[in-house]
């Protein structure tokens, strides 16, 4: 396998076997899933997404805009998931622990993360997290 086909989320599948359907048609299975393919949407800048995949109550006047903005500024270089709570396939809520490398202005950085998750009809959608450091 190539590694520039490796998805960016760190799943060691390809980008096309991994959180590309899910960029496609919106729909992960668990909160991880989705989490891991926000991610991947943040390193390729897939606005659209992440917006859509951002619970409804959730959405900032301004959501797009920001979103947009922290995708031109970090290149995210790495994703850890530490830590899982429900989020399952018969689930309604779930929270992911994970920390996320990047590259800012020529500096690294590290986003740890509590992020929690719900589902909006049948989706799971991000509601919002707790950032740590």
């Given at each position: 396998m190539?590694e ?5 989320c760190g799943?060691g ?7 590309e ?5 919106h729909?992960?299975p668990?909160?991880v899933?989705?989490?891991r ?15 859509e995949?951002?619970h ?23 994703l850890?998931?530490?830590e899982?709570?429900q989020g399952?396939?018969g ?6 622990f ?5 590259v800012?202005?020529g500096k ?15 989706a ?10």
């Amino acid at each position: 396998m190539n590694e520039a086909n490796l998805c960016p989320c760190g799943s060691g599948k390809t980008y096309e076997a991994c959180c590309e359907p899910y960029h496609k048609k919106h729909n992960a299975p668990t909160a991880v899933a989705l989490m891991r393919s926000r991610y991947s949407a943040f390193v390729f800048g897939r606005v659209d997404y992440l917006y859509e995949t951002t619970h409804p109550s959730h959405r900032a006047k301004n959501l797009k805009e920001e979103i947009a903005f922290t995708c031109k500024g970090l290149a995210w270089t790495k994703l850890d998931v530490l830590e899982t709570w429900q989020g399952g396939v018969g689930d309604k809520v779930g929270k992911v622990f994970f920390r996320a490398s990047f590259v800012q202005e020529g500096k690294e950085g590290l986003h740890s993360e509590h992020s929690r998750f719900k589902r909006f009809g049948k989706a799971w959608m991000y509601v919002d997290g707790d950032v740590k450091g």
